[in-house]
Structures are given as structure tokens and as C-alpha cells.
């Protein structure tokens, strides 16, 4: 709730127990200027879609968001194609905010990112990590126009990621759990990173979850900096 | 199913539909030395917890692990303490398999490695790694007095991970996520290990979800051998 209150999203009800509404009245005068709903617990449970619901519930504002690719050049960001599992998308969101990456590019056929286990999984980093829904070849036709811009993808026949330069700005591409990369957005990648396993020559799982992978790619961007 | 029937554990019954028999003649006759019972469909959906259930099921023998103070001395090996997200165990699980961990322990009081979901989000490593249950004290005591042994743990406060020498074995301790690493515990701990945010300035998400922080920090001590 405190990140909710901290961020720009735009509340437009706010549903709580007379518990909450008590506990909380430092925030209630200093940061919210709308009315609050005061209901029971019961109620709460019937409208949250969680097992355990929190003392308090939110209906806020979809934010639509936009992006520059003047801005998105200089940056490091994450493409997600076709990803469809929305506690693999929520925990992406929170690795994105754990490493600095603002901005997270998914294609048109991916999970909503305002699906319930999406927002959870995220743990309130939602409300400040910006995800775009683009068509992935204009979106890479468009990245690919940019003198010295780097796109990286994750492939079985990749590089190992941990000998390789990686810039400090550049696209991410992760692929889906169950089909990897295609061939079409295979082409815009510059190069093919790849996570070893060990030891090299035993037979071990086929891949690792995705959201297991892209938090060590970008804990490898991130870790030359320390 | 492959990585089932590649492992030492016992297959007690066999249920597939007519369409999955068909299809895996060479399979049953190479390596099953049991019959299969052919269920329809309708059925198999019934008996498995699954939304949508694969075309066959497998009852099997819930292996009993055991393990030596000798052997681990040697090896990397991970502790979570009082993990009981079931998808997190199965994820570290899978994480184990892919950066050649054979043995994870838990704490009594973690959830059981053959819950459905453990099974499922370990996407078939649960057969070829060692999940044991022990008493955290006895267990630590034991191996605290080994020689040259070395026991990390994940704080917040701890020593930036990219930067510190770590060894090729040793024991990992992951708190549960909403508790962290208990007092007890911590006593056993030699070097406090932290995967630094970025930037250091930025306020972002308090923490990495367990599987990730497991994944970041078995690839640091991995990465060094390549």
C-alpha cells in the first residue's frame, strides 16, 4: 500500500476495514484526497480474488504509458516475447526493479499485466516499472535504426554470458518458457547470450524458469559496475 | 516422464490413455517392467490435479534420501530455512539441477517436496536432486566442525556478493521470504552475502523473490569455473 501511495498511479476508490482506517490515519490526512469506503472484512474477502486478503483495496487507474526510443537507447530495458504466465511476468517486473531497468517491452500476444497474480507476483514494483505492449517488429525495426544499440537474446547455442562484454545500455530479449525466441525476432539480435549450467558435460534440467533467467542475465549486466 | 523413467526412482502404477500407450511402444517395452493400466482422458483428469493434465500419470515410490557429512564436506550444497512456498521449492529444485547442486536441506518445518506444485514447477529435477528434511541445529552444528568449511548466507546487510572470493563447496543458507534468516541460524554463518540493487541510491523493492536471490547467487558461484 505504501508503494501504491508513493507512486503516480491514481486511486480512485479506496475500500478498507474500520481497523485499517484507524491504524492508518497519518496517511489517510497526508496523502489521500479522496473518500474512503469503509467495509468488512467479510466484503473485502468477496470482492479481493486473494485467499487472504489485506485489511484494504484499491481500485486504481490503469496508467498508459509512453515511451521515446531517445530515452529507451541510453537505457538498459527488457523485451519479453509472448510470455503468458503472469507469475513469471510479476516476478520479471520485480527482478526489472531490483536492477534499475524501467522500462519492459512485452509482444501484443502476452499476459496482462493487470491480471491479479501479475500484480502480486510484482510485490508493489508494478507501480513503478513501466510495461509497454508493442508489435515486436516495428518495435525492433525501429531499436534497430539506433547507431551502437545493442539487442541480446537467450539461446541454448549462445555464448556463455559470463565471459562476454555486456553494455551498460541495450535490449534484453527473453523468450517464451515454452518456444524460445522465433526466427523473426531472432533476426534483430546482435548477439546470443547463453548460462551455462555445471558442470558442462552432465545431462541436467533442459532450461532453467524464465524468470529464474533473466535474473542472472541482469544481475550480469549489473555486476561489472560494483 | 523421460526424466522419470531416467531415474533410480520406483515406478509403482502406470495409468496413460490409449493415445499415450500408442505412441510410446518403445518406451514401455525398453523400460517399464510393470503394466499400464489405460485410463481415458475424463479419467486421468479426475485423479490429477493438474487444470490440464499430461496423458499419463505415474505412482511412484516416495524415495528416502540419505546422506554423508563426508560427501557434503566437498560439495555446494543449499539450506532454506522454513521455505514453504511450494513453486519456490520447485524452482530452486530446478535451479539446483541446472549449477550441478545435488543436495538441498530444509528445515523441518518447510513444505513438503512432493506437494503437486513442488513436482510440477520442478519440472522434472525433483528426480535426479537429493531433497532432504533435518533438524537446522543439529544439522549445522554438524557441519560447522568441519575444517575449512564455509556457510553464506543472503542479508541485506551483507557484503556485496560480486566482490567476495567464494569457494568451490560449501553450504548456502536462504531465509524464508518473510522472515529472513533466523538468529539461530545466522550464528552458524561465516560470510553474510548481499545481491546489490541498482543503483545503490534508488529506492526500490525491498527484497528479490527466494528462487531469484537462489539463482543469482548459485550462478556467482558457478561463474568463476568458466
Not at 496523502?31 to 485489511?55: C, R
Not at 496482462?112 to 510484482?122: E, F, I, L, R, T
Not at 545493442?150 to 562476454?164: A, H, R, S, V
Not at 548477439?191 to 533467467?213: G, M, R
Amino acid at each position: 500500500m505504501d508503494e501504491l501511495l508513493n507512486s503516480n498511479i491514481q486511486i480512485i476508490d479506496l475500500l478498507a476495514t474500520k481497523n485499517w482506517i484507524e491504524k492508518n490515519q497519518n496517511i489517510i490526512s497526508s496523502k489521500l484526497n479522496i473518500d474512503i469506503i469503509e467495509i468488512t472484512a467479510d466484503e473485502l474477502k468477496k470482492i479481493s480474488s486473494l485467499t487472504t486478503p489485506n485489511e484494504v483495496f484499491a481500485v486504481v487507474k490503469q496508467a498508459e504509458f509512453t515511451f521515446k526510443i531517445d530515452e529507451i537507447k541510453s537505457e538498459l530495458s527488457l523485451f519479453l516475447e509472448s510470455i503468458n504466465d503472469p507469475g513469471n511476468l510479476g516476478t520479471i517486473i520485480r527482478i526489472a526493479d531490483w536492477f534499475g531497468i524501467k522500462n519492459i517491452f512485452c509482444s501484443n500476444d502476452s499476459v496482462d499485466v493487470y491480471n491479479p497474480k501479475v500484480v502480486q507476483a510484482s510485490m508493489g514494483a508494478i507501480y513503478r516499472i513501466k510495461t509497454h505492449y508493442v508489435d515486436s517488429i516495428d518495435f525492433l525495426t525501429e531499436l534497430n535504426q539506433v547507431d551502437n544499440f545493442n539487442i541480446y537474446g537467450t539461446f541454448l547455442e549462445g555464448d556463455f554470458i559470463y565471459k562476454q562484454e555486456l553494455s551498460e545500455s541495450g535490449l534484453i530479449i527473453m523468450g517464451s518458457e515454452s518456444h524460445g525466441i522465433s526466427k523473426d525476432i531472432e533476426s534483430f539480435i546482435n548477439q546470443k547470450l547463453f548460462i551455462p549450467n555445471y558442470p558442462q558435460d552432465l545431462k541436467t534440467s533442459e532450461s532453467l524458469n524464465i524468470s529464474v533467467a533473466t535474473a542472472i542475465v541482469c544481475s550480469e549486466f549489473r555486476r561489472k559496475i560494483f
